[in-house]
């Protein structure tokens, strides 16, 4: 059974930074893809970062500069360095993934989800 856990959430002041880890378990060999999304409340969840097992990173505009991904196949675990947060990026964050060596942004593109991690940042 695939499995992914989130941890790394918390608070933080703007300006500040988090790194967000997935573990993942349950997946044969390390040729998925893995992503991060968000969700706010009263808002959609949202496509934040992928990486494949090659390490080809993509990342969505809000977050490009700011976040960066990554990803230890050794230990099937992926993260997210969240650097200069603002109050807009506070949300539940979730991890997500896919048995595919390739990703896509769309949410219906993943199979496997994390039950997520708060990041609340305060102004």
């Known amino acids: 059974q695939v499995q992914l856990v989130e941890s790394g959430g918390g608070s933080v002041q703007a300006g500040g930074s988090l790194r967000l880890a997935c573990a993942a378990s349950?997946?044969?060999?390390?040729?998925?893809?893995m992503a991060w999304f968000r969700q706010a409340p009263g808002s959609r969840r949202e496509w934040v970062s992928s990486?494949?097992?090659?390490?080809?990173?993509t990342y969505a505009d809000g977050v490009s500069g700011r976040f960066a991904i990554s990803r230890d196949n050794d230990k099937n675990a992926l993260y997210l360095q969240m650097n200069s947060l603002k109050p807009e990026d506070t949300a539940q964050y979730y991890c997500?993934?896919?048995?595919?060596?390739?990703?896509?942004?769309?949410?219906?593109?993943?199979?496997?989800w994390g039950q997520g991690t708060q990041v609340t940042v305060s102004s």
């Open positions: 990486m494949t097992p090659y390490g080809a990173a």
């Open positions: 349950g997946f044969t060999d390390s040729r998925y893809c």
């Open positions: 997500a993934a896919r048995n595919t060596p390739w990703c896509e942004e769309s949410l219906n593109f993943f199979t496997t």
